[in-house]
């Protein structure tokens, strides 16, 4: 059974950056196109930024320019570098695959408030 666990999520500014990891359990990573997620408070969970097996990414227009999303397949890890932060990034960010076939992990918060 695939685990996803998050992490790196913490307090920012606005306009500052955070980085945050998912590592991901499993033989077939790599095969796997995958996904970050974010939840805000009252909100639905929303597919912020997806990575597919040969690396392409696609981003949902409100983090275009600003996050990258990537992955190692030596590690089984995907990444999410999120630059100029804003208050509303503000979400607990989960990882899964793109189609969120797995079961959710924990996630990791991210708060970004002055």
């Known amino acids: 059974q695939v685990q996803l666990v998050e992490s790196g999520g913490g307090l920012a500014h606005p306009g500052g950056s955070l980085r945050l990891s998912c590592a991901f359990s499993?033989?077939?990573?790599?095969?796997?196109?995958m996904g970050w997620y974010r939840q805000a408070p009252g909100k639905e969970r929303e597919l912020v930024a997806s990575?597919?097996?040969?690396?392409?990414?696609n981003y949902v227009d409100s983090v275009k320019g600003r996050f990258t999303i990537s992955r190692d397949n030596a590690k089984n890890t995907v990444y999410l570098q999120m630059n100029s932060l804003k208050p509303e990034d503000t979400a607990v960010y989960y990882c899964?695959?793109?189609?969120?076939?797995?079961?959710w992990g924990r996630g990791t918060q991210v708060t970004v408030s002055a």
């Open positions: 899964n695959s793109k189609a969120a076939r797995f079961s």
């Open positions: 499993g033989s077939f990573f790599r095969y796997t196109a």
């Open positions: 990575i597919a097996s040969d690396s392409s990414t």
